[in-house]
């Protein structure tokens, strides 16, 4: 989160200014976009999960974390579902704008504000509804996972923005993380079906929002403040577009 903190800010005008009204069209993008598509879907699978849980997830949890079919692999899956293809995103991203890409910086951006709303969501629900952790009832932060809100908010934007030549492999990952979630016994099959959810909306629908804005009025100025909470790491980041 420290690292995704830092990369927040970035700087592409010399004028500063904050347009409120996009805080909320980029926060509500989930349902007020076609996004709303994978909430339904999403919620409706994790719902169905947790009436069945005892034939469902409790058999996931025994089978995957007792045999651990993911070895010394899963900490690669720890490591992507800290930020870290994000990241990497939007500093390629960045990079082409610097190289002419009319797309680059806006892809960048698009990025981080889909993982700053979805981590934020997330955490919220984490500390609303205090589900202990498989084993662990002192931990109580177990849904939703936030490995796979911000695993799937990469691959959901990256699906949007370039297609399933792209996607695939993004989403590849993003299931690689949630599964390696629950290998390591640290979620539930709902911990990231709910994760997974959150992510994947916000990715598709920060990116439909600035399609709209992009095919619509002129580009405006602005500086954008999201509130970021994690166990660790609390403060705002700052997207400042232009």
Do not use: C
């Not at 900490?75 to 610097?98: C, E, H, T, W």
């Not at 690689?176 to 990231?192: E, T």
């Amino acid at each position: 989160m420290k690292l995704f903190t830092l990369l927040m800010l970035t700087f592409s005008s010399t004028t500063f200014a904050w347009d409120t009204s996009d805080l909320k069209t980029e926060a509500l993008s989930p349902v007020t976009t076609s996004a709303r598509n994978v909430l339904y879907v999403g919620g409706a699978l994790t719902l169905g999960v947790l009436i069945f849980e005892d034939s469902i997830v409790d058999y996931t949890q025994k089978d995957l974390s007792n045999d651990k079919p993911l070895g010394s692999l899963s900490k690669f899956g720890d490591l992507a579902g800290q930020l870290v293809p994000n990241a990497l995103y939007a500093i390629g991203m960045s990079l082409a704008g610097v190289n002419g890409d009319p797309k680059g910086y806006t892809r960048a951006i698009g990025m981080l504000k889909a993982s700053a709303y979805a981590a934020t969501l997330t955490t919220g629900l984490k500390y609303a509804i205090r589900e202990p952790r498989p084993g662990k009832t002192n931990e109580r932060n177990s849904f939703p996972s936030g490995h796979a809100t911000t695993a799937f908010a990469f691959s959901g934007y990256v699906l949007e923005e370039h297609g399933w030549k792209w996607g695939a492999p993004a989403l590849v990952l993003s299931s690689f993380v949630a599964a390696s979630r629950i290998n390591d016994n640290r979620h539930y099959l709902h911990d990231v079906l709910a994760g997974a959810t959150i992510g994947m909306a916000y990715g598709i629908g920060i990116s439909k929002v600035d399609k709209k804005k992009a095919d619509g009025a002129e580009e405006k100025e602005a500086l954008t403040i999201v509130p970021i909470f994690d166990w660790d790491t609390k403060g705002l980041a700052l997207i400042y577009d232009f």
